[in-house]
């Protein structure tokens, strides 16, 4: 993994040039109304300065699953009303992807206007990455510019297949995450420690892997510890569990010890009789779940444990809660969690997802380094993978 060379909008100069930017604005929606607006928010540094230069900015996005159709219950027409609103001006709406309508108000901008088109997957082949719907999105426009993190892991149309036909830049959003992660990852200050989460350990082999690399300790939370607990011959009840992949489990363990990298699990558990919020909970020590209980959330010894390798670390990763999270009464663990981030000073990266909720929702947000705006590719990021969306931008010299 590399400092971050690619160039950027810095490197463009944007005076009456029709520019294709990629922003995610995969928002919350309910009731007809945006639940939060981080990702619209998140976009506005790179479109205020494309503007201000004098670009003629036609912005493009998905929002949910259309599947391939023109499903209005999809339109981005709330985020344009949104982003006008944000912006304190008026933001043109095409009522098609690469239409009529589209290329007609694309055509019609002067210097400094902003249109956002419809829902690039109301066609089927923006997520097969056609060529030919690539071919025609980019006639659109003269340069092409990815500020969407949140789908650089997606080798889609808007994407990645654009850039075969527009030369390729990277907005301020791409260029921020790539280059907050990258450095962390590469040249981080010690104590470096990784807390990871979540169910499945398969979700997180490349992460554990390649952070293994890199980290002085590894913090193991949430479903996926159950895994690595059976596989040394802990009891976990009827905690979730892949069986399949307790000999992986094992030997991510023993290659952790041979690389003298700290692999820590949870020494005790709140474990529930039923998996419900309401359920009856008990603490249990170490790899001692009873039959018939399932494991929920980190217990109180580990929460101490954790919080004071966090407390002592220089630079921290974080991704995965560390229990039930959406259970008020098996959110704890991760609650404290993201306390113990939140106050301890180090670069601290949320890698998006259920961590970044919980930081946002506890108010943690403003304490912590930085907030990844893309869960799937915070983590393929965190692999060591090439991110298609960010591989497609052009070269720094």
Known sequence: MQAFNKKTIEDIDPKGKKILVRCDFNVPITDGKIDDDKRIAESLPTIKHLAGKGAKVILCSHLGRPKGEFNMKYSLGIVAKKLSELLG??????????????KAKAAAL???????????????????????????LASLAEIYVNDAFGTAHRAHSST???????????????????????????????????????????????????????????????????TFMKSIGGKIGKSLCEDDKLGLAKELLEMAESKKIKI??????????????????????????????????????????????????????????????????????????????????????????????????????DKVTHISTGGGAALEFLEGLELPGIACLQDKN
């Open 89 to 102: 001006r008026e933001i043109m709406m095409a009522k098609d992807v690469i239409g009529e309508d589209a």
């Open 264 to 365: 820590y699990l949870p020494v005790d558990h709140v474990a529930a009789d039923d998996f419900s919020n309401d359920a009856h909970s008990i603490i249990c020590e170490w790899a001692n779940v009873p039959h018939g209980w399932e494991g929920l959330d980190i217990g109180p010894k580990t929460i101490n444990l954790y919080s004071n390798i966090i407390k002592c670390a220089k630079t921290v990763v974080w991704n995965g809660p560390m229990g039930v999270f959406e259970f008020d009464n098996f959110a704890n663990g991760t609650k404290e969690v993201a306390k113990a981030v939140a106050e301890s000073g180090a670069v601290s990266i949320i890698g998006g997802g259920d961590s970044a909720a919980a930081i946002d929702k506890l108010g943690y947000a």
């Open 110 to 136: 002067s210097d400094g206007d902003i249109m956002l088109i419809e829902n690039v997957r109301f066609h089927a082949e923006e997520e097969k990455n056609d060529p030919e719907f690539s071919k025609a």
């Open 160 to 226: 990645a297949g654009v850039s075969d036909y527009l030369p390729a830049y990277a907005g301020y959003l791409i260029n921020k995450e790539i280059s907050v992660m990258g450095k962390a990852l590469e040249n981080p200050e010690r104590p470096f420690v990784a807390i990871l989460g979540g169910a499945k350990v398969s979700d997180k082999i490349g992460v554990i892997k390649n952070l293994m690399e890199k980290v002085d300790s590894l913090l193991i939370g949430g479903a996926m510890a159950y």
